[in-house]
């Protein structure tokens, strides 16, 4: 026990270890490689001399490997350059530390990280490797692709960033806002993707998820201002909160009416209750919303006692600041529980009329469940089968069939 | 993520160690939960009172007996707890190992199990 574990140290540190070296080295590449370099002599040298500090430890390390390379780096270019660099590192690096400053840093690293030049897939990949401190194998296994496009959407990332010469700074106030609005995303696709994964045979991927709220927690501390952010970890909690009861022992999908409440995790509701109470602070955004929904079931004791009607209203209130075609069909359902599944099929096939989601199994899979409450059961299970063909999750998969064989 | 508990347990001698340098101990703690609320991983921290104040509601007989206090000598106790949500037992023993414990005393770390690995009710 007594020699330091380096993946527990590089999770705690990784962020803040990047950072300050992003910040004395001008490259967040370089900065981010250094510390690779660093985590790589650590797994090697701790079993032999367990240092007393980690954390230093790996900044001093990195700190050097930097160095070696903007040394090599000057050696091709320009003796001048050299001289100038290792100046600016070495100053830099008696500066101290400055703990105000490393929150900055951190929060700066998020941006970046979630930066608009990059893909949305870059954007998760980097935001995972370099905040959340994952490695390229563990990102690859949560979202189901090879190591080498990992790597190769990290890599990609970095020049992109170098690049475009995206400074390492917080945005300006004026931009802030609307960045972090990008950051927020990256962490909402991040948990939606431990939450529903999109494709393969797991409904669930908690570690993801929890990935994305520990990251939630991380920049909801960073930020406390902002009430949006509160609106999303309150958003993840709650649903976060729904986990065990989701799934049989199985693997196989639980619907919420038939879902055993008792498993819900209490703490995670308290929880997001708390964050949903400080992102109403000014009225709620799109996250705040959808966590104020999730809060409606999470106070319910059953399917049938839950205020429908309150989620419906919520719904409107999201059609209004965050429009668009899935709040339309969730709006439906709740319409449906409300009241009744004729007025619910009206608004389904309206979204059908203006196909504006076309090719998503959720339609014809609310539409199928609408049918079969009105008694339509031909209809209602050809629905259900051409939504089985449109999905991608195989467990998703074989409860819709199911259904549709419930029917004839 | 797993939960883990980290249990403060002081002993009478790192408790008095602990009291002579009451404020710095609260600075450094305060800065040691800031660090954990930055990291996203705290979910919950919590000091208990002096012992001396407490009750033991004792279950050895037919019927529950109170008295006061908590045991019948101090070697360890439980002082307070940091509720965490990390990736491994590994980074809960490397933020354990980062608590400003007074010098004497020991942290448990155990682990929280999850509520789908509970028996439930009825069940």
């Known amino acids: 026990m007594g020699t330091p574990d380096v993946e527990a140290v590089w999770r705690i540190e990784s962020a803040r270890i990047v950072a300050a070296l992003t910040r004395f080295t001008g490259d967040f590449g370089l900065a981010e490689d250094a510390a690779q370099e660093a985590v790589a002599e650590a797994l090697v040298s701790w079993p032999h001399a367990a240092p007393a500090n980690p954390a230093g430890w790996l900044t001093a390390t990195a700190r050097r490997r930097a160095i070696d390379a903007i040394r090599r780096r000057a050696a091709l270019q320009d003796r001048y350059a050299l001289l100038a660099a290792d100046l600016a590192v070495n100053s830099a690096a008696e500066e101290g530390v400055d703990p105000d400053r ?11 990280s979630c930066h608009p030049v990059l893909s949305p897939e870059a954007r998760v990949a980097l935001t995972l490797r370099v905040v959340g401190g994952l490695s390229s194998e563990e990102i690859a296994r949560a979202f189901l692709v090879s190591v080498p496009t990992v790597q190769a959407r990290i890599t990609r990332a970095k020049k992109t960033i170098a690049a475009a010469r995206v400074p390492f700074e917080l945005p300006a106030a004026g ?21 529903t994964a999109t494709s393969g045979d797991r409904l669930l991927r908690p570690d993801v998820a929890y ?62 209750l708390a964050a949903l109470a400080r992102a109403s602070a000014r009225g709620l955004g799109p996250y705040g919303l959808q966590a104020a929904i999730a809060a409606t079931h999470a106070s319910a004791p059953s399917v049938e006692a839950t205020d429908w009607d309150r989620i419906v209203v919520l719904y409107e209130a999201l059609g209004r ?14 319409v449906a529980m409300a009241s009744g599944p004729a007025r619910a099929l009206a608004i389904v096939d309206e979204l059908i009329a203006a196909d504006r989601l076309p090719g998503s199994h959720l339609v014809p899979t609310v539409r199928g469940e ?20 449109l999905c991608a999750n195989q467990r998703e998969r074989s409860v819709l069939l199911r259904k549709a064989a419930a029917l004839s | ?24 101990m609260m600075a450094t703690t305060r800065q040691f939960i800031e660090e954990m609320v930055k990291a996203g991983v705290l979910l919950a921290a919590e000091g208990l009172d002096d012992p001396a104040r407490s009750v033991v509601v004792d279950f050895s007989g037919e019927a529950p007996v109170v008295t006061d206090g908590p045991y019948g000598e101090t070697k360890e106790l439980f002082g307070g707890f940091f509720l965490l949500d990390v990736a491994s037992k590994q980074e809960a023993v490397e ?8 010098r004497g005393s020991k942290i448990e770390v155990r682990r929280v199990p999850g509520s789908d690995e509970v028996p439930q009710v009825g069940e």
């Not at chain 1, 490393?102 to 970046?112: E, K, R, S, T, Y």
């Not at chain 1, 931009?175 to 939450?195: D, K, Q």
């Not at chain 1, 600041?321 to 709740?334: F, M, T």
């Not at chain 2, 883990?4 to 602990?18: C, P, V």
């Open chain 1, 102 to 112: 490393i929150d900055d840093d951190v929060l700066a690293l998020m941006f970046v």
């Open chain 1, 175 to 195: 931009e802030r806002r609307e960045r972090l609005a990008g950051v927020l995303s990256v962490l909402y696709v991040i948990f939606t993707e431990g939450s």
């Open chain 1, 211 to 272: 990935e994305a709220i520990r990251l939630a927690r991380t920049l909801a501390a960073l930020q406390p201002d902002e009430p949006e952010v509160h609106g999303l970890l309150a958003l993840c909690e709650l649903t976060a909160a729904r986990f065990p009861a989701r799934t049989a022992p199985d693997g196989s999908p639980i619907l919420l009416e038939d879902q055993d409440r008792r498993r819900w995790d209490i703490s995670a509701v308290r929880r997001g």
């Open chain 1, 321 to 334: 600041v965050a429009p668009s075609p899935v709040v339309e069909l969730n709006r439906a359902v709740a």
């Open chain 1, 370 to 389: 609408l049918l079969a409450r009105l008694g339509r059961r031909p209809e209602a299970r050809a629905e259900l089968e051409l939504a089985a063909r």
């Open chain 2, 1 to 24: 993520m797993p939960k883990y508990l980290l249990i403060m347990r002081g002993t009478d001698e790192s408790n008095a160690a602990m009291m002579a340098d009451i404020d710095e």
């Open chain 2, 95 to 102: 933020w354990a190992k980062r608590v400003p414990a007074a």
